[in-house]
């Protein structure tokens, strides 16, 4: 079945770097690729996704870069805030709706 | 405000008591999930449902029920609990069409 990974697991940076996580997945009929960020205490929320249509989305400081043919997206996050400090998911899809797959997680810490 | 709320939040009970975790969404959504989440091992799905009275297993059924008997709720039942359920539970739903899952808060369970 299909498989995600995710890394790195743990990912520190300095306040102001950029960030990037990358994860890859097995099943090539996937087309729609999540990112959801949980912060310590709340449920994971919709941070940006991706379509297999597209190539690269881009929302403020973060965004997703997806390729096909080497079945890996990644996320990055530009000019890193104490806020981004967070766990973040990956997950992949072969329809937009209903059944991700996730990849294991990367908690992101942001030094001061 | 649209949500997913999950009840109790927190929850220590004894291995064999009975007990059912709320999840009520009021956003109309067809599908709900319900997720463990362990340290180190991501968000793994145990149960879905697509609508009404159509429920299926995900990846680690073993000592769970669930019912959608309404649109809006989709209790977690763990008729004999035993300490391995031990674990962060997050309940999700998303509408038809749509990539996005929405969380709830999570409910915390300590198994004796």
């Known amino acids: 079945g299909e498989n995600v990974e995710q890394h790195p697991s743990t990912l520190s940076v300095q306040e102001g770097d950029s960030a990037v996580i990358k994860c890859t997945y097995s099943d090539s009929a996937s087309n729609y690729f999540p990112w959801y960020k949980q912060e310590l205490g709340k449920g994971p929320q919709l941070i940006i996704d991706i379509r297999s249509n597209v190539g690269e989305k881009k929302d403020q400081r973060i965004a997703v870069t997806l390729n096909k043919t080497a079945k890996h997206f990644s996320l990055h996050i530009t000019e890193t805030q104490p806020e981004d400090s967070a766990v973040y998911f990956c997950?992949?899809?072969?329809?937009?709706?209903?059944?991700?797959?996730w990849g294991a997680g990367t908690k992101l810490i942001i030094k001061p | 405000e649209a949500q997913v709320t999950q009840n109790p939040r927190y929850l220590i009970t004894v291995t064999g008591k009975k007990l059912t975790v709320t999840c009520s969404q009021n956003m109309n959504h067809e599908y709900m999930s319900w997720y463990r989440q362990d340290p180190g091992l991501g968000l793994r799905q145990i149960y879905y449902s697509m609508n009404v009275e159509v429920t299926d297993k995900g990846d680690v059924p073993e000592g769970y029920k669930v019912s959608r008997k309404e649109k809006r709720n989709f209790p977690l039942i763990l008729e004999s609990p035993s300490p391995n359920q031990t674990s962060l539970y997050f309940c999700a739903s998303s509408a038809r069409g749509e990539g996005t899952q929405y969380f709830g808060p999570g409910t915390r369970l300590l198994v004796l």
């Open positions: 997950a992949a899809s072969t329809d937009s709706n209903y059944q991700l797959i």
